[in-house]
């Protein structure tokens, strides 16, 4: 049994090294669907839907995982598709020898209950449990729905497997049959009606709902953190596009694309926020400038705030991070005497400590960052978040 349960850790393991950057690439659309929807992220939203995809990925590395040498494949036995229901269950009472003649022998019975067969179709029923739980906890699918999503996962499992990855081996490594189909669908039902039992211990969505919009009634340093990140994202991408497309690198002077990416930070941070009182970042997360007196900002005021915003302190924290990797770098990948790490540590360490002390001072004199003091200006929510308040 320990052999068997062996089996699984790779994959799971795989998973757990893998899932830090599949969470980085969802967090940003994450990020802008639940500020757009709610205003605000409960905790335990981020932790049932980060909890899910993981779960998402363990189960499909479980289903393809080891992955086998090509000439390994090429030496196994051709492997038909099991279409006769209930087959695994057949051969696993075959092998131990119980019939209709000993069905009363309990010694037989457990060693079908400890049998790696008997394992195989518990695993497949168990592997989608989960599931069902998440479909009715989260997701609000009835029976039916959850049903039919377990049998679409398990199609899909099968399909990758029947398909050797799509092309990627010659022949198929794993068997494909129908009776997987059917004890993971089992599995997604079983998750469904246990769900409750599970649910008790957890707030409700609704509750979870009501946290989020409660959150959405202020706007948190975070949400405007991440309005931040997808403004620099944002502007580096379409002048990357521009380049990619309208201007040749080979052929175009210096000059001219220090004047593109000109124009673009004009546009983009000038331009676009006086129109429409928000840049497209905070047009995502659904907020939008003010005055301190909850008027229209003025042109000055929009100025102001992103040449202080988006320029000298997005600057401030890229020497920020900057210094900090020569630090990290030098402390640990070479080999210097005493002093010279000691010069390297205050060159590198002594503005980023000034810089937090400055900043903790700011906030703690006006309650906010310099762009939104200097500029007399701040961020509001607007939309379904505002209007929940």
């Given at each position: 049994?320990?052999?068997?349960?062996?089996?699984?850790?790779?994959?799971?393991?795989?998973?757990?090294?893998?899932?830090?950057?599949?969470?980085?690439?969802?967090?940003?659309?994450?990020?802008?669907?639940?500020?757009?929807?709610?205003?605000?992220?409960?905790?335990?939203?981020?932790?049932?839907?980060?909890?899910?995809?993981?779960?998402?990925?363990?189960?499909?590395?479980?289903?393809?995982?080891?992955?086998?040498?090509?000439?390994a494949v090429m030496a196994m036995p051709d492997h038909p598709i099991g279409w006769i229901?209930?087959?695994?269950?057949?051969?696993?009472?075959?092998?131990?020898?119980?019939?209709?003649?000993?069905?009363?022998?309990?010694?037989?019975?457990?060693?079908?209950?400890?049998?790696?067969?008997?394992?195989?179709?518990?695993?497949?029923?168990?592997?989608?449990?989960?599931?069902?739980?998440?479909?009715?906890?989260?997701?609000?699918?009835?029976?039916?729905?959850?049903?039919?999503?377990?049998?679409?996962?398990?199609?899909?499992?099968?399909?990758?497997?029947?398909?050797?990855?799509?092309?990627?081996?010659?022949?198929p490594y794993r068997f494909t049959e129908i009776d997987d189909l059917i004890n993971n669908?089992?599995?997604?039902?079983?998750?469904?009606?246990?769900?409750?039992?599970?649910?008790?211990?957890?707030?409700?969505?609704?509750?979870?709902?009501?946290?989020?919009?409660?959150?959405?009634?202020?706007?948190?340093?975070?949400?405007?953190?991440?309005?931040?990140?997808?403004?620099?994202?944002?502007?580096?991408?379409?002048?990357?596009?521009?380049?990619?497309?309208?201007?040749?690198?080979?052929?175009?002077?210096?000059?001219?694309?220090?004047?593109?990416?000109?124009?673009?930070?004009?546009?983009?941070?000038?331009?676009?926020?006086?129109?429409?009182?928000?840049?497209?970042?905070?047009?995502?997360?659904?907020?939008?400038?003010?005055?301190?007196?909850?008027?229209?900002?003025?042109?000055?005021?929009?100025?102001?705030?992103?040449?202080?915003?988006?320029?000298?302190?997005?600057?401030?924290?890229?020497?920020?991070?900057?210094?900090?990797?020569?630090?990290?770098?030098?402390?640990?990948?070479?080999?210097?005497?005493?002093?010279?790490?000691?010069?390297?540590?205050?060159?590198?360490?002594?503005?980023?400590?000034?810089?937090?002390?400055?900043?903790?001072?700011?906030?703690?004199?006006?309650?906010?960052?310099?762009?939104?003091?200097?500029?007399?200006?701040?961020?509001?929510?607007?939309?379904?978040?505002?209007?929940?308040?």
């Amino acid at each position: 049994m320990l052999r068997y349960l062996n089996s699984f850790l790779q994959p799971i393991n795989v998973a757990f090294m893998f899932f830090p950057a599949i969470a980085a690439l969802f967090t940003l659309p994450f990020v802008i669907k639940h500020y757009r929807k709610y205003g605000g992220i409960a905790i335990m939203r981020t932790i049932v839907v980060y909890s899910f995809i993981l779960y998402c990925m363990c189960t499909f590395l479980l289903t393809v995982l080891p992955l086998p040498t090509r000439e390994a494949v090429m030496a196994m036995p051709d492997h038909p598709i099991g279409w006769i229901p209930g087959k695994d269950l057949y051969i696993g009472l075959k092998n131990v020898g119980l019939n209709l003649g000993n069905i009363t022998n309990v010694r037989l019975w457990i060693q079908f209950f400890t049998s790696s067969d008997f394992f195989q179709v518990l695993f497949n029923i168990v592997m989608t449990i989960p599931l069902g739980i998440y479909l009715r906890y989260y997701f609000r699918f009835s029976l039916r729905e959850t049903a039919l999503t377990g049998l679409c996962a398990s199609l899909f499992f099968e399909v990758t497997q029947y398909t050797a990855l799509y092309g990627i081996y010659p022949k198929p490594y794993r068997f494909t049959e129908i009776d997987d189909l059917i004890n993971n669908t089992l599995g997604a039902v079983i998750g469904y009606a246990i769900a409750p039992i599970i649910c008790k211990l957890l707030p409700t969505r609704e509750e979870i709902d009501r946290i989020s919009y409660k959150k959405g009634e202020n706007v948190t340093i975070l949400r405007r953190f991440f309005a931040f990140v997808l403004d620099i994202a944002l502007s580096n991408l379409i002048f990357a596009l521009i380049e990619m497309f309208f201007i040749p690198v080979s052929t175009t002077p210096p000059r001219i694309t220090s004047l593109t990416w000109m124009i673009v930070l004009v546009v983009y941070y000038g331009l676009i926020p006086i129109i429409l009182r928000k840049t497209p970042g905070q047009m995502l997360l659904k907020l939008k400038l003010v005055s301190e007196d909850g008027n229209k900002p003025s042109f000055k005021q929009i100025i102001g705030r992103n040449f202080l915003l988006y320029g000298v302190e997005f600057f401030m924290l890229y020497m920020t991070a900057l210094l900090f990797i020569i630090f990290i770098m030098s402390m640990f990948m070479g080999e210097h005497s005493l002093k010279i790490s000691a010069v390297v540590s205050i060159v590198c360490l002594g503005p980023i400590i000034a810089e937090l002390f400055i900043i903790l001072r700011i906030e703690k004199k006006w309650n906010k960052m310099p762009h939104s003091h200097y500029s007399h200006t701040d961020e509001i929510a607007y939309g379904r978040a505002a209007e929940s308040e």
